[in-house]
């Protein structure tokens, strides 16, 4: 009889799932046959049930007026007896009914909705104010309140946004003259996309707005996202240094390999010199005169004396470089060092001419003779070699304002100005040593021999002029 368009008639099994459908529907028809049918304390079930807002009818049969209120006592919202359901103008009853039921449930289901979406905002980490659509504060999420305690009282429904804002800028320290402070005004002007601060605390603040669909206000949400940003610095700067760790270790691999090219290249040549002078000997020992023996002897001498600088070279750098190279201070007669090794470079007679200058030197200082051998032979090998025409080499050993003074000076090629720093660096060979063998080795162990003694090593030079090396060493006489 009441079966129309919208009107769905159903017979739920068991009592649970007509609890279930009543929380769906608009009205739920119970039929009891008196105040002590069983079926009376559905309604009551029901009617406790706080989520159903539908209208719980009874449907009896025509029952005296006493008993039919004794059934709606029951816990019915309302009673009909059959009799009453058969009248013409029922249908009206229930259409007025349904209406009202509608808007009940709507009412319900909207009230759901906002309590599903106030946990959600809840729950999140952000802190949510929620504006209408004439941007009058609606809602305040719990996040929010305990963010802005010192205004949490305050966060009132209807509250306008420009209120809103001047309390957050409060709680933050943001005042007028803070960079920040005018930026943030536009943002709540317009409450439109997202904008960062930097609060009185150094608290890095994420303010985001978003719009609600059909126009219904602006939801705005604010993060503190300090260690976010410390993090993401942290790790751009991690990557950078990784970046920047990979490099050097391409770099290194490359020097390496260059590194080996060349020692291999550097052995190679005095050993080729060698093995040419020896063949030549054995071969024609008879038909050589002795000038030419006593002239490729030379020779041979001179590639063993590189071969075997190479060795001390590489040998002594792995030492420094392992920590492995000691410092083994002794009586040294410095003056006489540096004729000895001058007079061997003299011996390997290439012509040049050495000047040496001694100066206030003492007769025995306290340094290792090994190490002091190594910086010396390394400088005066560079003159030697970076020295072709008219080649005069000064060297000069005295002692200046307490420290023993080292100087070697040739009128050789010189080093380019911007080069100057770098030819002290491992490996590095300057532009001017084009076509000269070498291995980039000397003058870094040079200098790191000279400051493993607490001592400076300088360089100054002219471009086609020369280059003047000085060694200052800490001096204490024995
Ligand atoms: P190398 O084995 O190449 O000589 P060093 O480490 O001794 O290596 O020197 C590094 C670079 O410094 C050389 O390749 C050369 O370019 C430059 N250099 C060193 N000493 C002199 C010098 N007396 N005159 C000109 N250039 C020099």
New binding site residues.
Partial sequence: MISCQGIKIVHPPTEEDLQVMAREAIMVFVAAGGPDDPACSIGEKLHDDCRIVSEIVAVTPDLAYDVSMQVLASGFDNVFSLSELKRPDFRKIINNKICKGRVRLRGRMQDEEYQRFRAALDVSPDAFIVFDENNRLFFVSEHYRRAYPHHAGRLARGLPVAEAYEMLCGEHGVHAGHPDYAPLKTFWHSLEGQIEFTDSTGRTVRVSAGKMPDGRGTIVSTTDITEYRRQQTLLESRSLELADALKKEQEAGAIQKQFIDMVSHEFRTPLTIIDGNAQHLQRRAEKTAPEEIVRRSKTIRSAVGRVIQLMDGLLSSSMVHTGRMEIIKEDLDLGGLVRQLVGEYQDLDKGHEFVITQENLPEAVRLDRKVTTLILS?LLA??V??TKDQPRIGVYAGRRNGHIVLRVE?N????PPDEQQA?FKRF???T??AGTP???????LARELVELQGGRITLE?DLGKG?R?TVELPASES
């Fill in positions: 390394n560079n003159a070699k970076y040739d050789g090629v010189g080093i030819v590095y060979r300057a001017t040593s070498g291995t980039g080795i000397g003058l870094n030079s280059s090396f």
